[in-house]
């Protein structure tokens, strides 16, 4: 199913669509599987940084974009959270 625009509707309807540029990127520098999307709002544009698990989708970090660069600051806070999931989670993953 194609991706529904315009005001008040959803960015796309997922049924298993892949999204990729320019509504998704990957963000190998945050982790494997990490990727980053953007979605555009009234005067914003807002990320999503998020990592694709085989049994979840981890959110990382959500923040409004001002800068043409993902801002450092919300880099290391999406790898710290990585690495504080991982640990709480080890062990209970079945794959």
Do not use: N
Request: net charge positive; charged share 25%.
């Amino acid at each position: 199913m194609p991706a529904v625009q315009g005001p008040g509707k959803p960015l796309a309807w997922l049924h298993g669509e892949v999204l990729s540029l320019p509504h998704s990127r990957p963000m190998p520098g945050v982790g494997v599987r990490c990727h980053e999307l953007r979605i555009p709002d009234a005067g914003k544009t807002w990320r999503i940084v998020y990592r694709l698990d085989s049994d979840a989708v981890v959110v990382l970090a959500v923040f409004a974009k001002r800068t043409p660069a993902t801002p450092s600051v919300v880099l290391g806070a999406c790898r710290r959270r990585l690495r504080d999931y991982d640990r709480v989670t080890r062990g209970r993953m079945t794959s």
